[in-house]
């Protein structure tokens, strides 16, 4: 391998390890700010990062479509639905007294504990580095696998989507009084 | 694209630890309903890239890690949905969303 070849490579690799470091951070940070912002509007607000960023790592892992449904339906419909909500239940955001429960003591030493445990796992186990080569196709193979072997769980799922629009306009319909 | 991915899967399942973690944190010391829903977003979007990692550095030739990614998104608008929608209502009862101050099952 020539010289200039390997610093291609190098180079190459040293983005792919500044993207990923970019969005790792901007996957981490903007969820603890929403965990841990007091109003729940800035809470809510601080997700649409978070998302994107997570819509940023599929498509450096190659999963294109996944990026954009991500993109589609986590901001542009849960995100909104959730501000929706937060708007008709707590007005335009007032900080809360206290936002957090009697627990966060503990709370946050069982989740520690709990990644503590994983971390740990992962630094025992070894799995190759992927010796694959990129896949190619990846939208149209997954088309075919949605819809030959998968065609019943998709059916499925756009069955539970009807069933869930038409469960929640009932249950937020304002009663007669 | 990348001919093969450059770093080892550790980075991104670290990565999902740290998102699930903070998650966790949120659905056991939040008080608010809406917040605690947040914070299960933010769990699954955990799991999503746990699945996709997965799928990518198993090889890309299974769509398996895909399909259940999808699968996790769809259910996530589903409860999404639902959840609000049981939000809205628990609040024009009790007039809180305050997880801990809707006790009327409590003996």
């Known amino acids: 391998m020539t010289a200039a070849v390997t610093h291609q490579l190098q180079s190459g690799a040293f983005w792919y390890l500044f993207a990923f470091a970019c969005l790792a951070a901007g996957v981490l940070i903007p969820g603890l700010l929403v965990v841990l912002s007091r109003n729940l509007l800035h809470s809510a607000l601080w997700l649409l990062p978070c998302l ?7 498509l450096l892992l190659g ?7 991500q ?16 708007m008709l239940t707590h007005g335009l955001g007032h900080a809360d007294i206290r936002v957090v429960n009697q627990q966060l003591l503990w709370g946050v030493i069982g989740a520690a504990a709990l990644a503590g445990v994983v971390l740990h796992l992962l630094s025992r186990q070894m799995w190759p580095i992927g010796s694959a080569t990129a896949p190619a196709d990846v939208t149209g193979r997954l088309a075919e696998a949605l819809l030959s072997p998968y065609v ?7 069955v539970v989507l009807l069933v869930a629009m038409v469960g929640a306009i009932v249950i937020a319909r304002a009663e007669p009084e | 694209m990348t001919s093969a991915p450059l770093i080892p899967i550790h980075s991104y399942l670290v990565v999902s630890v740290l998102l699930f973690a903070i998650g966790l944190i949120g659905v056991f010391t939040r008080r608010n309903a809406i917040a605690v829903l947040l914070s299960i977003e933010l769990m ?18 299974q769509m398996e890690g895909q399909v259940f990614a999808i699968a996790i998104i769809t259910v996530a608008a589903a409860e999404a949905a639902i959840a609000l929608a049981i939000i809205l209502n628990v609040y024009r009862r009790f007039r809180t969303v305050n997880v801990d101050q809707i006790n009327l099952m409590k003996g």
């Not at chain 1, 994107?52 to 599929?58: M, R, T």
């Not at chain 1, 589609?72 to 959730?82: A, Q, R, S, T």
């Not at chain 2, 699954?44 to 030739?61: C, D």
């Open chain 1, 152 to 158: 019943l769980a998709f059916e499925v799922a756009s």
């Open chain 1, 71 to 86: 993109i589609l339906v986590y901001c542009g419909g849960i995100v909104v639905l959730i501000l929706f909500a937060v």
């Open chain 1, 52 to 58: 994107v960023s997570v819509a940023g790592l599929f």
């Open chain 2, 44 to 61: 699954l979007n955990a799991a999503n890239i746990n699945f996709v990692a997965f799928w990518r550095y198993s090889g890309g030739a």
């Open chain 1, 63 to 69: 999963a294109e479509l996944l990026a954009a449904v």
